[in-house]
């Protein structure tokens, strides 16, 4: 049987930023699809999960926001 557990040892310590990373970016990407009533946008990014690439390219590709208004409450 294969063991895993260096594996385990390697990477549990980078979990928890990988999963807040995570977080951080599907709420902000959702947030923004779900405020500009993108639908098809909130459901893929709600349904697929990409470690924040895919919110990151929907953020600054296709809807083209600057950095200073990622928090911005303004369409």
């Known amino acids: 049987m294969y063991n895993f557990n260096p594996?385990?040892?390697?990477?549990?310590?980078?979990f928890p930023l990988?999963?807040?990373w995570s977080i951080f970016w599907k709420g902000l990407a959702l947030w923004h699809s779900g405020r500009r009533g993108q639908e098809w946008w909130?459901?893929?990014?709600l349904l697929i999960n990409t470690l924040g690439i895919l919110e990151i390219i929907?953020?600054?590709a296709?809807?083209?926001l600057k950095p200073a208004e990622l928090f911005s409450r303004k369409m």
Do not use: G, Q, W
Not at 7 to 14: G, K, R, S
Not at 42 to 45: C, D, E, S, V
């Open 7 to 14: 594996f385990i040892h390697l990477f549990a310590p980078v």
């Open 18 to 20: 990988f999963l807040l």
């Open 42 to 45: 909130f459901l893929i990014l």
């Open 58 to 60: 929907y953020l600054f």
């Open 62 to 64: 296709i809807i083209k």
